[in-house]
């Protein structure tokens, strides 16, 4: 093709931002080659290309009310404060506003915070994939005919569905869910607000994602625990383990090489050679999905050559208490006889409450010689982990067998917690695991004497060791080890996502249970909507399961089966989890599901949804399969607050630049809900008007209403709180009036600040949030004894529920994953540096800065041997389907597996086959299990599903 | 020569590969104009071909004499890749989504590859602007004498109302930073951000490196870090002195990494994960000495004592990073008509 330079001016022009700044001032130097003969004497002046650059900069960056504030809402969590620039009323450009302050001299600033995908939604907003109208499929679902329709005609789709869903079936025939695309406070809450209004289901998140920490629940009494990065800075050692910052924390990765050059100790355990390993002092290529043993062989180590503290055993874990060894039950002052002669009854008239014998547990205390009440419980009359004050003084013994005698005379032989795990550890020695972990003992008797013995010592756990069939236990088997290592507080111990105490929101998301939603396991409810257990039957074999629970299959599968049916639809449940076999009318929003959920997901979802609205800023893949697509607005055209987790301590703002010019005819969130509320309560006006049947109005829901009914003529009125609470900027504003710990704070201020506030010292939960200090959790534990929020009130070793005594799991321990051996590849398919999830996975820019397609990294002798180059069409396969991607060859992939950055949604394959075709999952017994003191169905006890649970093969296509 | 001459160092160990300056660089200037398959800042990983794809081997540069060597003009589909686009539009009709031209060679084709053997594997990131050299290649190889360095701070730029297109510069520059702009017919090139430098802003590329390992200032001014590190620690090396072109862009080099491991997994105490010999390939044999002062230091470091040049690197205050002699603009709430 040939064209003039006077074609490419043409076209220039046409291109874009800078066609208008060139009216005014010449924004390109002139085309046309100046013809000199003497260059030396006529050199003309350079100034004109000068100051066409200039111009350009100014035109992309605009000034006064063409800026704006923004941080990109979506599922990495990093949050950091964006100024965004318009010129003529169009996005032309963001940067970090990188006004964060420094906390102290001898701390590093947080800034400039943001990302390689952040730094280019300005170029996604107006990419070719952005939903612009409200539509409605006109063929068979997925065939991609739709009809243009009017935001009358869409919500009026979605209020009927919905409204006729409460009506006929009942407030559990309705799902309202914004997924992982939109995770903040203020945009969020609409949709919880609506969902929790209409009593409809909402699944949760991080559990469906894989991205809890429900072994961490189990010991620490909750999973979000830890520091805000800069802590990091101040270590002497740091273990990041499962994870890859450099690659998935950008915005705080800086911290981990600061704290290098600070002299702390960086170490990374995982199975490939990813991109933080490559500045580490020590990287640990352990195998995939025996996390669990490592931390365990360590912490057999830390137990031989006593590298523990027992002080910090004896005051803050419940390794002293004693257990049954007929039962392996946990003695509860329930059952001990209270009159026997070596029974403290003073410690039992001091800490036990009177109506809860249950949960009060003994120790062996040296100095009386005598079994006492331990305090902190949560039985326990004091709130305190203190073993010495006025009045008592217990130095519980860590090893030893007694007999005790129970109520009624019956003696029995007990033993301390302690004395169990130390025998669970014979089996974790670091020689005897070695072939499992792949990790040399030499390693582990580094990581033993580092993690103990430095004053300062953290391991940061990322979500991949908890995405294994087991990963629970491995989380657990960190977080003990975390626990024997004896740091909290400023001592460093346990790191996984540290989230702030913000109260005053609920009034935006809920109706401070007035009204509540059904709130369903994340993990269950998606693999039963999807029949994952079909799925499972495919893949796994008797073997597998043997190997990897010590069941046969068919035995593991009737006792999920049997915890599933006592957690289904609105009856109590005491075990499983809540999950709705109900749910038909589906309105999600920024939830790419079909791109997330493994195996054949797709069609069983199809199979149940009778009506599927969704709402988002771009065409997703599940998008192509909706009925009604509702156009939303992205972070630069929303109003909108965030502030968890606590990665750092500020609370960014979305401010849109006031002279933005909307994209297509896309609404905000919570535009959209406030239509949705306002047109069912019409409908159901309109159908009464004429029945006059008060069930039209009234719809009964007496598990999930205070009121026991939801009255429909009241919906706008207590959805917007008589007005107040209607668009995105209202709930922003909400947000700032009632939030104590975004005080003293206006739009203005953060504004002015460069986007963003700080929070005050009231954000801390269980440690001050310091002025000038980065701030880790437990220090109220650590100095003034509080307890942990755990049964015991301690760090929680032993869990004696009956499945998990019957798993052998009370004490920790670590079993092999379930993942086929036919197989000779583990799919591990990490958090991407390209994408959050499926966000900005389509975006060109970044696209061009990968190999443009799904590429799978491949070891060269695995490659070499099966005639493999780098650049090949190859196949992944399983007995679950067949994946078709380009092979990127690569030593930092082990040979025994396959490394895939996650987030590829399935129309970039060919055959729209995308890789989680091939991922099983079976749901574990102990992550179903329930009603175990703190171990109840909620946010801080839920499972996961298990991505990285699946054997592929691999051949040239 | 120029009277005044800014400099960037870029601090290897602290690089995490996010390509964030390659995207605030493209959003910046080469998103748009016939600019779109340029990167005037990339980030390759090395070992590895980098980009333009194998450009160490495409010539340029001057000879031990000072003479100009002979170069390449890299191939826009060979050794660039094309700026490929996708048919996202019909995601709506339920299509795959592909690229319009086949990917084959792009800006960050071997991202994460590195050398050597698994579990002693190998790599690191190096980014990648125009060296603005004090000794330009580019501009003594242009007939047109469009190419010239600015006075005041000795940023190089192509005169485009000179420029014919001619494509000696891009041969000539042996670390392949010149571009030709296929719409206007001209080369193109990294202009150090010199409009922003102007309102008191750092370059792009350096103003949003989240792994904040980029400093800059005026390589005179004894308060930058950049003289601090490049002359009073001497910590920071140019890329390839041996191309002679007097690079102005000056690099920390990488630390050997984690320990390798012998053969039954143990790790090898002092041992080497990244050759030395590597990095002598590229920073030439002062990287020796280098490496052995910042290993010092870290020891020094480990046992609690302090160093000045540590401090520098870690970087307490993101804004002292760089010194352009002017303040950074604020944030006012605009009045709203």
Redesign the interface.
Known sequence: MSFS?RD??K??VA????AKAASATPA????K??R?DD??KA??D?K???E???A???A?RGA??E?GFAYHCVNCQGNCAF?VWTKDGKVT???????YP?LA?????A??????KG??H??VMY???RLLYPMKRVGPR???Q?QRISWDEAITEVAQHLYDGLREKGPASNYVHVGAGVLTEARAASIKRLGALLGAVRPYIASYVGDMFPGVSAVYGEGNIGCTYDFVFTTNIAVFWGCNP??SR??D??YL??A????S?II?ITPE???????????V?VKAGFDGHLALSIVQRIVAKKLYKPEFLKEYTDLPLLVRTDTKELVRLSEVDRKAKDVDAKSIEQFAKADHPHDNFLAFNTKTKKFTVMPGSEGSQLETLRLTDMDWDIDPALNGSWTLTLEGGKKVKVTTVFELFKKELEAFAPEKV?DLT???P??VD?LATDLTQAKNALITMGFAVGKHFNGMLSQRAIAVLTAMMGKLGPNGGMNTENEWNITGLEGLSGFSGKYVHRFASGFVSEFMLGDGLADADTLYSDEDFRRGTGLSKADYRKQVVELLEQGKNDERYKEGKPYWTTVENFLLFADSRFRRNKGHYQKGFLEKAKFIAYGDFR???F??FADVLLPCKTPYESWDLRTNPGYHRYANLAYPS?SLKPVGESKSEWEIATLVVEKLEALAKARYAKSKDERDLAIVDKTHTQTGTRRLDELVKEFTKDGALRTDKDAVEYALEHVDQFKPNTL?TA?????FLQLNEKAGKSSPLYADRPYNTFENQLYLHHRFDTLTGRLTFYVDHPLWIAANAHVPTAKPPIRPKRHPFVLITPHA?WSIHSTYK?S??????????PAV?V???VAKARGIAD?DLVKMYNELGEVKLMA????????DGLVLEHGW?P??????KGHNLLVGDMLNLLELSDGWGHLKFGTNWDGNQHAYETTVDLAKV | MSTRQLAMVMDL??C?????C???C????T????REGMYWNNVETKPGAGFPKKWEELGGGFDDRGNLKEGVVPSRYGDY?V???????E?????????QTE??V????D?????????N????YLPRICNHCSNPSCLAACP??AI?KRDQDGIV????????GNRQCIAACPYKKIYFNP????SEKC?F????I?QGLPP?CA??????IRFVGYLDDENSQVHKLVKKYQVALGLHPEYGTQPNVYYVP??P???R?DK????IEGSERIPTAYLESLFGPAVHDVLKRLSAE?DK????QPSEL?DL???????DMFQLGKPRP?????V??
């Open positions: 330079r490419a001016l076209n220039l291109a874009g931002v800078v390109r130097a002139e085309t080659p100046v000199i260059a030396r050199y003309p350079p004109s290309t000068e066409a650059y200039r350009e900069f100014r992309v006064g009310d800026r100024e450009r963001e940067n970090q506003s990188a006004a420094q001299p001898n701390l590093p600033d800034n400039p915070r943001g990302c390689n730094s280019q300005s170029q990419e070719k994939d997925g065939s991609g739709w450099n690659v950008i915005p990765a800086h090489w600061e290098k050059y600070n002299g100790k990374v050679y990813n991109a933080t390993c490559i500045h580490a002092d020590l990287w290529p070695k792949g990790v040399h030499a390693i580094e065409m997703s893949d998008g192509v006031p203005k504004y002015e600040r460069g986007g540096r389509t060109p820019i970044l696209l061009r800065l990968q190999r443009g397609q990294m070891n060269p002798e650049g990127k060859v690569s030593p930092s992939a082990p040979p949604e129309f970039m394959y060919p055959g729209r | 160990n602290k995490i590969g996010c390509q964030t390659t995207v605030a493209k959003t910046q200037w998103n748009r104009n016939g890749g700026p490929w686009d996708y048919n996202s539009d995601i709506l009709k339920g299509a795959e989504v592909h690229a990917p084959r792009g800006p960050n084709w991202e994460d590859v590195g050398a050597g053997d698994f579990p594997s190998h790599f690191f047109r004498q010239f730029l192509v005169d485009l109302n000179r420029c014919e719409k206007l017919s001209k202009i951000c010199f409009p922003r102007e792009a103003d949003q490196c989240v792994g904040r990488p630390l990494g984690p320990r491991f039954t997994g143990k790790p870290l470091r480990k046992k609690g540590l690197l870690i970087a307490y205050k993101h804004q604020g944030f006012k709430l605009p709203l008509k």
